[in-house]
């Protein structure tokens, strides 16, 4: 049988319905790659691992011996010698596991998504059109494995802490491949479930939910900054920067383009007006839809966007003033996730309702 041989149209719905909660299903765990991922770095175990084995890195250590020569690498390498020399094997072990776990639910989401569209693939349930978007995200899965050991290999150096810039891309692409499933999940839902409640004020709204979609990202953009330069730890008040609204130093460093990466309080100053800014703006837009007439799912969607916003804000101001306590900072990458994924549910849900 021809891997192309579509299923005919009484099973349509089905089948295409099944690959949308797959793809769901996947969302879900590139979601909890990101927030592992976010405590691995904030608890400082992302360089625990020297090596990078892409067959048997899912094989953990089970003797005392294995657990040795593995401490022993370690040791080897600018982190232990100029940060952790008082670490002992227990708590090399403390930070060996999260990053383990990290990258191996990496390799069982590559598992999950590899499997499951070979069966689809042979037996014929993959449109056409669907077949370069699910090959594209598998070879972006494999793209970031590959900056995510890029990343690594910048902190095993004189300097153990790995660059902002990787760190930040690395981020990124993660959230690039969940926005991208989540996206098609959603046109292979709305194909097979249309919804047509509709009022012509809807037309008004895609372009702007698009614009705040960007400044999400863009956030979130300016957040791999901070984390990359720990620079939650400074100026831990708000909504001040210790006694100035804009702290002394801000765009000191030159060029000034080179500040808005390479300056940790300048990337702080950046991350609070970006943040704020998007915060406002959706507080703005949510405030102007109420003056519209919109069917319920758009209100129930909107009110999603808003709560969410709420919630990342407080989490990011509680984080500056707690000095980045770590299931709050965690929570604060999260929510950044979440927050998108609310304005991507509206967006898509703004474009695919038309008349009837």
């Given at each position: 049988?021809?891997c192309?041989?579509y299923i005919?149209?009484?099973?349509?719905?089905?089948?295409?319905?099944k690959?949308?909660?797959?793809?769901?299903?996947l969302c879900l765990?590139v979601f909890?790659?990101v927030v592992?991922?976010g405590?691995?770095?904030?608890?400082?175990?992302?360089?625990s691992?020297?090596?990078?084995?892409?067959?048997?890195g899912?094989i953990?250590?089970?003797t005392e011996?294995?657990?040795?020569?593995l401490f022993?690498?370690?040791?080897?390498?600018?982190e232990?010698?100029?940060v952790?020399q008082?670490?002992?094997?227990?708590?090399?072990?403390?930070?060996?596991w999260?990053?383990?776990?990290?990258?191996v639910l990496g390799?069982l989401?590559?598992?999950?998504?590899l499997?499951p569209?070979?069966?689809?693939l042979?037996?014929?349930?993959?449109p056409?059109?669907?077949?370069?978007?699910l090959?594209?995200m598998?070879?972006l899965?494999g793209?970031q494995?590959?900056?995510g050991?890029?990343?690594?290999k910048?902190?095993?150096?004189?300097d153990?802490?790995?660059?902002?810039y990787?760190?930040?891309?690395h981020l990124m692409?993660?959230?690039?491949i969940?926005s991208?499933?989540?996206?098609?999940?959603l046109?292979l839902i709305?194909?097979?479930?249309?919804y047509?409640e509709?009022t012509?004020?809807i037309?008004?709204?895609?372009?702007k939910?698009?614009i705040?979609v960007?400044?999400?990202?863009?956030?979130m953009i300016?957040?791999?900054f901070?984390?990359?330069l720990k620079a939650g730890?400074?100026?831990n008040?708000?909504?001040?920067?210790?006694?100035?609204l804009i702290a002394?130093?801000?765009?000191?460093?030159?060029p000034w383009y080179l500040a808005?990466?390479?300056d940790?309080?300048?990337?702080q100053f950046?991350?609070?007006?970006?943040?704020?800014?998007t915060?406002f703006l959706?507080i703005?837009f949510?405030?102007y839809?109420?003056?519209?007439?919109l069917?319920?799912?758009t209100?129930?969607l909107?009110?999603?966007?808003i709560?969410a916003?709420?919630?990342q804000?407080s989490?990011?101001?509680?984080?500056?003033?707690l000095?980045?306590p770590?299931?709050?900072?965690?929570?604060?990458q999260?929510?950044?996730?979440?927050?998108?994924?609310?304005?991507?549910?509206?967006l898509?849900h703004?474009?695919?309702?038309?008349?009837?």
């Amino acid at each position: 049988m021809s891997c192309y041989n579509y299923i005919p149209n009484s099973h349509t719905v089905i089948l295409t319905l099944k690959i949308a909660y797959w793809l769901l299903g996947l969302c879900l765990l590139v979601f909890l790659m990101v927030v592992i991922g976010g405590v691995t770095r904030l608890t400082g175990s992302g360089l625990s691992m020297v090596e990078w084995s892409p067959v048997t890195g899912f094989i953990p250590p089970f003797t005392e011996s294995d657990w040795q020569r593995l401490f022993d690498s370690y040791r080897q390498y600018p982190e232990f010698l100029n940060v952790n020399q008082s670490m002992d094997l227990a708590g090399f072990k403390g930070i060996f596991w999260l990053e383990f776990i990290h990258r191996v639910l990496g390799r069982l989401i590559g598992i999950a998504f590899l499997l499951p569209f070979l069966y689809f693939l042979i037996r014929g349930m993959i449109p056409k059109n669907l077949a370069p978007k699910l090959i594209i995200m598998f070879i972006l899965g494999g793209l970031q494995g590959l900056l995510g050991w890029y990343m690594v290999k910048s902190g095993l150096v004189n300097d153990p802490h790995v660059s902002q810039y990787r760190l930040t891309a690395h981020l990124m692409l993660a959230v690039a491949i969940y926005s991208y499933m989540l996206w098609t999940a959603l046109n292979l839902i709305a194909d097979e479930r249309p919804y047509t409640e509709f009022t012509p004020d809807i037309l008004k709204l895609p372009g702007k939910t698009l614009i705040l979609v960007l400044l999400v990202v863009f956030t979130m953009i300016s957040g791999g900054f901070v984390a990359g330069l720990k620079a939650g730890l400074i100026y831990n008040t708000f909504p001040l920067m210790g006694d100035s609204l804009i702290a002394p130093g801000v765009y000191a460093l030159q060029p000034w383009y080179l500040a808005m990466m390479d300056d940790a309080i300048t990337v702080q100053f950046n991350h609070r007006l970006i943040a704020l800014t998007t915060f406002f703006l959706i507080i703005g837009f949510y405030v102007y839809h109420f003056r519209l007439k919109l069917p319920s799912r758009t209100k129930i969607l909107f009110t999603l966007v808003i709560i969410a916003s709420v919630i990342q804000v407080s989490l990011g101001i509680t984080t500056l003033l707690l000095r980045v306590p770590v299931p709050i900072a965690a929570s604060h990458q999260a929510g950044a996730l979440i927050l998108l994924t609310t304005l991507l549910l509206l967006l898509h849900h703004l474009k695919s309702t038309k008349p009837v």
